[in-house]
């Protein structure tokens, strides 16, 4: 591309555009479908520059009137509570529909790792001393132990807020660490399917393994589904950095991107729900069947939620992406 020759030949289209930017909302209907044109004959322009002559000068000159014409032919939207029921109708659960084939295989996974290394744990006593001495161990799992009185060490609504507040922030790790080839959210995940293990495996030890599944069970189903989640989401951002598919890398990674950032804010309100079963269900006087079916109940609820009104969200063709008026334009480049 002769760069002088294309400045030229589209200057005049560029000073119009501008010209017409500056009138704002005093534009007739015929000015208002010029802009229309501008605008897109400019993003093109636009599209052209960055990958065949880069001016860093032009650039920045074109990027600018481009997104003022952008602003001013789709408007601003501010959000209300539309978008909210939209998010937790439709968005949310659709996102988490459309990433159970990375999640749920990480969750049968954990799973599995958490009973095999558990049993390891439990049925080696050396892998024991190797965690405590013997007298740490049998003062965290003796009756009212450790383990018993973790539940009810603090207030029942501080101990919620706290929990809540760790287990979104390692959920929200696993969704933007994910980008760094999925290392970060392996590590994150086998962090916690090792605190399980141990906790399974030294109570078990003990005899005692009765106790430990009445008091983890009950906010632990939906907890740990929601950090499954997470990871999962995490791992296929990382997976998108190797394979982008059919799109661009930077645009798969965008739209890959935004349905994490959405899936954050949805999974710390899942979160919110274990934090409370955990603050005042967990270390509650309610027999265990009572405890245990209150966290059955609540992931019977979630994955009801994912698969049948985010299942029937992403067939209406819902990804948990933004809006198309809200995602930045994707501008054609020149064959």
């Given amino acids: 591309m002769d760069l002088d020759v294309f400045v030229t030949a589209h200057t005049a289209e560029w000073d119009r555009l501008d010209q017409l930017l500056r009138r704002g909302r005093r534009l007739t209907g015929t000015e208002a479908d010029e802009l229309v044109a501008l605008y897109q004959r400019t993003a093109t322009h636009l599209s ?184 999962g989401t995490g791992l296929r951002l990382g997976w998108t950095v190797i394979d982008p598919g059919p799109l661009s890398r930077r645009a798969a990674l965008a739209q890959q991107g935004r349905a994490a950032i959405g899936m954050a804010i949805g999974l710390a309100m899942v979160l919110f729900v274990s934090g409370m079963i955990e603050g005042f269900v967990t270390p509650s006087g309610l027999p265990t069947w009572a405890r245990i079916a209150i966290g059955v109940l609540a992931e019977t609820a979630f994955l009801t939620y994912v698969y049948v009104v985010g299942g029937r969200a992403a067939r209406a063709g819902d990804t948990g992406d933004v809006e198309a008026a809200d995602r930045s334009a994707e501008l054609p480049v020149a064959a």
């Fill in 48 to 231: 052209l520059m960055r990958s065949s002559a880069p001016d860093p000068v032009l650039v920045g000159r074109l990027t600018q009137l481009v997104a003022r014409a952008r602003a001013t032919v789709t408007g601003t939207r501010r959000a209300g509570w539309r978008d909210v029921t939209g998010f937790l109708t439709a968005g949310f659960p659709a996102a988490v529909y459309r990433a159970r084939h990375w999640w749920v295989p990480t969750a049968l996974l954990s799973t599995l790792l958490v009973v095999v290394m558990g049993w390891w744990i439990g049925a080696h006593p050396e892998v024991q001393s190797s965690i405590g001495a013997p007298d740490e161990l049998r003062q965290m799992t003796r009756p009212g132990g450790e383990y018993e009185t973790y539940y009810s060490s603090h207030p029942a609504a501080s101990f919620a807020a706290q929990v809540w507040t760790n287990n979104a922030e390692a959920a929200a790790l696993c969704l933007v660490l994910g980008a760094f080839l999925c290392l970060p959210v392996i590590w994150i995940l086998f962090t916690n399917v090792l605190n399980v293990a141990a906790g399974a495996g030294l109570m078990s030890s003990a005899g005692r393994l009765d106790t430990f599944l009445g008091l983890i069970l009950p906010h632990g189903l939906l907890e740990l589904t929601a950090v499954f989640v997470a990871a």
